[in-house]
């Protein structure tokens, strides 16, 4: 296992609530800390998506594993991730809604996800967003240009299909594994990495 390191997790209103599941479960399997933020929005989709609860999601962890699960409350303005001074790995907000990358764009920092992904600009740590909407408006595009352009990266919550894990979970896990591939968490199995070999069939050359 790599050393340990501290993540921030933050789970806003998009669909897409299995991506954020997996993301979180394989960051603590590599016995990371991981510290989630749930929007209000957010918590209805996800009993919706997942027909599971936040806390029998949580319950599904190890007494050991949960020591390193910190939900926070995203009214809290003043947990420790809101702080520049407090010194993490890295942000992921998954599912990223629109309006979520819209307050992170323009810099609102009104709510715990909003400000601890400033942060996370300010600090220059990385910040990844998997944004789910389609189609997209130039609003939405003009905003996710304002974020690469102040250092995250945005993540389209689109699966691949090469790796031919075509099961829900594989291309639930397929998003999930580049999340974590983007915040340097390489050592996952959420997906199968592709190989020269891997290719079959004729091409033109
Ligand atoms: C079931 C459901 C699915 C939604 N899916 C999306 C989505 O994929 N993308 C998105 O940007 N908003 C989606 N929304 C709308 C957001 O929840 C809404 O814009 C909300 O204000 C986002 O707030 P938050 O970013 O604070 O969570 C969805 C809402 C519901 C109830």
Same mark, same amino acid.
């Given at each position: 296992?790599?050393?340990? *390191?501290?993540?921030?997790?933050?789970?806003?209103?998009? $669909?897409?609530?299995?991506?954020?599941?997996?993301?979180?479960?394989?960051?603590? /399997?590599?016995?990371?800390?991981? +510290?989630?933020?749930?929007?209000?929005?957010?918590?209805?989709?996800?009993?919706?998506?997942?027909?599971?609860?936040?806390?029998?999601?949580?319950? $599904?962890?190890? !007494?050991?594993?949960?020591?390193?699960?910190? =939900?926070?409350?995203?009214?809290?303005?003043?947990?420790?991730?809101?702080? %520049?001074?407090?010194? +993490? !790995?890295?942000?992921?907000?998954?599912?990223?809604?629109?309006?979520?990358?819209?307050? =992170?764009?323009?810099?609102?920092? @009104?709510?715990?996800? #909003?400000?601890?992904? !400033?942060?996370?600009? *300010? #600090?220059?740590?990385?910040?990844?967003?998997?944004?789910?909407?389609?189609?997209? /408006?130039?609003? +939405?595009?003009?905003?996710?240009?304002?974020?690469?352009?102040? @250092?995250? =990266?945005?993540?389209?919550?689109?699966? %691949?299909?090469?790796?031919?894990?075509?099961?829900?979970?594989?291309?639930?896990?397929?998003?999930?594994?580049?999340?974590?591939?983007?915040? @340097?968490?390489? %050592? +996952?199995?959420?997906?199968?990495?592709?190989?020269? #070999?891997? =290719?079959? %069939?004729? $091409?033109?050359?």
């Amino acid at each position: 296992m790599s050393s340990q *390191k501290r993540y921030v997790v933050g789970v806003s209103g998009a $669909s897409g609530s299995p991506y954020a599941a997996s993301a979180i479960r394989a960051l603590i /399997n590599l016995g990371h800390v991981v +510290h989630v933020v749930f929007t209000p929005i957010a918590k209805q989709v996800w009993n919706h998506e997942l027909d599971e609860s936040i806390s029998s999601f949580v319950d $599904s962890f190890s !007494d050991t594993e949960k020591t390193r699960l910190i =939900i926070e409350n995203n009214s809290n303005l003043g947990a420790a991730i809101s702080s %520049g001074s407090f010194r +993490h !790995d890295g942000m992921l907000v998954v599912p990223c809604s629109v309006k979520c990358l819209a307050g =992170i764009a323009n810099g609102y920092a @009104g709510s715990l996800i #909003e400000r601890a992904a !400033d942060v996370s600009l *300010k #600090e220059r740590f990385p910040l990844i967003l998997a944004l789910r909407e389609t189609p997209l /408006n130039l609003i +939405h595009i003009e905003n996710m240009a304002k974020v690469t352009k102040a @250092g995250a =990266i945005v993540l389209p919550a689109s699966p %691949g299909f090469y790796h031919k894990n075509t099961t829900a979970q594989g291309l639930i896990d397929f998003v999930a594994g580049k999340a974590l591939d983007l915040l @340097g968490e390489t %050592g +996952h199995d959420l997906f199968t990495r592709w190989k020269t #070999e891997d =290719i079959t %069939g004729e $091409s033109d050359a």
